[in-house]
């Protein structure tokens, strides 16, 4: 059984800090999705990596994928307000879970102005 | 267009009604997906169809029943529910066999309560 290991599980920061959400697995995964979803709402999807060693970014957030394809990370630069919301990550998986996505546990990240 | 819409937004229902879940994607995706949600958790694997056939029932109770009428369309029939079954229900859609990965695009989801 493949599984996703995401920490921490809860942040809560002020404005304009950094953070670094992880995600971890002892499986390779042939790609790993990041999503964020407001409460009520359904989960946006913000970035899919699918090369080890990968490195992506979307403004200030930066996204990596282990060389292993095992573990990736989403780093936010200067947090602000509007990046509030639950990040999860989500690992596509091989063999009879092909296509399937494996979901991290999510982050509930709380930016306080 | 990268939409999944979903209708309806919100439902309440007793025990003993019959009621019907709604997703439609035009992105030319032939997977789609249900996933059940509660509060605070990631969400749960329900029903794959890909290409129009079920591909995937990860055991769920017979009291939810999956329909894809066709490639764009995707039902979920809803009878004799459980207060327990109260949960946000979203849609997916993917490219899955189609592409070289599988990325999941996620409707706004119906928040259901069940009294």
């Known amino acids: 059984t493949q599984l996703l290991e995401q920490s921490p599980q809860f942040l809560s920061i002020q404005e304009g800090e950094n953070l670094t959400v992880y995600c971890n697995s002892s499986s390779v995964f042939s790609s790993l999705q990041w999503y964020r979803q407001e409460p009520g709402e359904g989960p946006v999807l913000l970035v899919t990596?699918?090369?080890?060693?990968e490195v992506k970014k979307l403004k200030r957030l930066t996204f990596q994928f282990g060389d292993a394809r095992k573990d990736s990370s989403l780093h936010i630069t200067a947090a602000q307000p509007g990046d509030t919301g639950l990040y999860l990550c989500a690992g596509e998986g091989y063999g009879g879970s092909q296509g399937n996505l494996i979901f991290g546990k999510g982050t509930k990240l709380s930016v306080k102005p | 267009d990268t939409e999944v819409t979903q209708t309806p937004k919100h439902l309440v229902m007793g025990m003993t009604n019959k009621k019907s879940l709604k997703c439609e994607q035009h992105m030319g995706h032939r997977a789609m997906y249900w996933y059940k949600q509660k509060a605070k958790k990631p969400p749960e694997l329900m029903f794959v169809?890909?290409?129009?056939?079920?591909?995937i029932n990860e055991s769920v109770p017979s009291r939810f029943s999956p329909e894809c009428p066709n490639s764009s369309l995707l039902n979920l029939h809803l009878h004799a529910l459980q207060p327990e079954d109260s949960a946000l229900y979203l849609c997916?859609?993917?490219?899955?066999?189609?592409?070289?990965?599988?990325?999941?695009?996620f409707g706004p989801g119906t928040r259901l309560t069940v009294l």
């Open positions: 997916a859609s993917s490219p899955r066999g189609q592409s070289s990965y599988n990325e999941q695009f």
């Open positions: 169809y890909s290409y129009e056939k079920l591909s």
């Open positions: 990596v699918v090369t080890g060693g």
